[in-house]
């Protein structure tokens, strides 16, 4: 059974906002970001575990949730 996880690639961040229905600049207003501090992270996850969960709770805000185990992956929430 897969749980919930953090953010833990970049490749999984762009997937989750995808699923989100979100662009860059609705991920970044809804973070309280620079649209280009989600570019970045979409190239380089921040290893900041305090940045990671702030996108976290904004990508479950939306019904996504981040899957760490047994991979890396996104899902709607139930």
Request: aromatic share 6%; charged share 25%.
């Amino acid at each position: 059974m897969n749980e919930c996880g953090d953010l833990v690639s970049r490749r999984q961040l762009k997937a989750a906002r995808a699923l989100a229905g979100l662009t860059q600049r609705g991920l970044a207003q809804a973070i309280g970001v620079d649209e280009r501090q989600i570019r970045f992270w979409e190239r380089r996850i921040p290893t900041s575990p305090k940045k990671r969960a702030t996108i976290t709770r904004a990508l479950n805000a939306y019904g996504v949730k981040l899957l760490s185990y047994p991979s890396v992956g996104v899902s709607l929430a139930e």
